[in-house]
């Protein structure tokens, strides 16, 4: 979810609770009042009534307006003081129709007699009132949301451009080209930090990058001159003398080091070039010849270990390096022979979505890690590094490898879209 658009979502719910809350508050507050207001003027004529009574001696007439009825009684023998405000109903004769009231029941005395007086008023003006202000209130609250969500939709999205304009240019930012982050154009002074920030960050990974590029390639260089001088030295220790059982074993221990080594040497060095994408290259390859290329390679290994090579193949070309595509189909089909049994199989099925690899083989725990670096088996001799080479190869060219293991089968599947 996007900062506008989660910030717009808690922005706009709190406005609407909020709103909601204080209008509700609002509405019981002028209806108090109103109430209040009415009550008043039941009062004032129930003290009209009282002080008519007493300089008279005589009630006043019954009456009947358009928003006021007055009504007598006799009051019960045994009644004490009443003076009673509740809500009733009233009859408008104009209209002819039942309106909200609110009325006052009160005793009067008269000749020593108790009066119950029934002042009634119609709410009919107070409650227009009221739903007048709710719905100026209402109408004020829908303004004042839209107007909110507008600005933030629009304002907001305007405010925040030359962050997403930063973003996006820190997603096409590489190390290895020579171009900047650039400066966005804002009066936003945080903006402006961020953009100093992430150009001081570039250049610090940049300077970075090419100081560790300069390391490996004179290790590399370095590396490689040791190791050609022992070859050297050791095919010269060979070609001179005879040596005994021991001393051969010896000198093919060291022959064995040396060669896997270099073989490690190598392997690394080429993992510091897929991940810094230093390998260009890219051609359309026809993957179902090199497929069959490949199986024709490892006829001999196949012979040798007894192993059946099933190959269901179909048209398939994808654009990468022919030297990366190599060594990934290398890496497959060596691990499907290493890790093989006895008169195992190997089963290579290639269609227009996706190339599987599968191989009979034992089991083995560590599943999660077949793709790190030196992850492998006790009983494997390899250097740990094929898998993840491949792993890299994928990624590079926005491919996923995936494993599974289905009873003794082991499939690698590369999947040619994400």
């Known amino acids: 979810m996007k900062l506008t658009t989660y910030y717009n979502r808690v922005n706009i719910i709190t406005s609407i609770v909020v709103l909601i809350a204080t209008g509700v508050i609002y509405y019981l507050f002028i209806h108090l009042i109103l109430t209040n207001k009415l009550d008043k003027d039941l009062a004032v004529e129930e003290e009209e009534i009282q002080q008519y009574t007493r300089t008279f001696q005589k009630l006043p007439l019954p009456a009947s307006y358009i928003d006021q009825s007055v009504s007598y009684r006799k009051a ?3 009644s004490v003081t009443v003076r009673d405000f509740s809500y009733t109903t009233y009859f408008n004769l104009k209209e002819k129709e039942e309106e909200p ?17 029934t002042i009634t008023k119609s709410r009919v003006e107070s409650e227009d009132l009221v739903r007048v202000i709710l719905l100026i209130t209402l109408g004020v609250t829908i303004i004042l949301l839209g107007c909110l969500f507008l600005i933030n939709r629009f304002v907001l999205n305007r405010l925040w451009q030359p962050f997403y304009n930063i973003l996006k240019r820190m997603k096409v930012f590489e190390v290895t080209s020579s171009e900047h982050v650039g400066i966005e154009p804002t009066r936003i002074d945080e903006f402006n930090e961020l953009t100093q920030s992430v150009n001081a960050m570039a250049e610090r990974v940049r300077y970075d990058y090419k100081e560790l590029k300069s390391f490996t390639d004179n290790a590399s260089h370095e590396m ?15 070609q ?13 221990d060291i022959y064995q080091a040396t060669g896997r080594l270099s073989r490690l040497h190598q392997s690394l060095l080429l993992l510091a070039k897929i991940e810094n994408n230093l390998i260009g290259d890219i051609q359309a390859i026809d993957l179902k010849e090199l497929i069959a290329q490949k199986a024709r390679q490892f006829e001999e290994l196949l012979e040798r270990d007894g192993l059946t090579l099933e190959v269901i193949l179909c048209e398939k070309t994808i654009n990468m390096s022919r030297y990366l595509a190599d060594i990934l189909l290398n890496n497959l089909f060596s691990n499907a022979v290493r890790h093989n049994i006895k008169g195992g199989k190997i089963i290579v099925e290639l269609s227009n979505v996706k190339l599987v690899i599968g ?15 030196f992850s492998k088996s006790n009983e494997s001799d390899g250097m740990g590094l094929g898998l993840a080479i491949s792993k890299q190869v994928c990624n590079l060219y ?17 999947f040619f879209d994400r």
Do not use: C
């Open 398 to 414: 926005g491919y996923r490898i995936d494993y599974e293991q289905v009873k003794k089968m082991h499939y690698f599947s590369i």
């Open 359 to 373: 191989n009979t083989g034992k089991d083995f725990e560590t599943k999660t890690k077949l793709f790190d670096r």
């Open 76 to 78: 019960p023998k045994d």
């Open 224 to 238: 490689m001159t040791p190791l050609a001088v022992i070859n050297s030295k050791l095919d010269s220790l060979v």
């Open 240 to 252: 001179t003398d005879v040596f005994t059982e021991q001393q051969s074993a010896l000198l093919e």
């Open 101 to 117: 009231g609110r009325r006052l029941i009160t005793i009067v005395e008269l000749k020593g007699e108790h009066i119950l007086v």
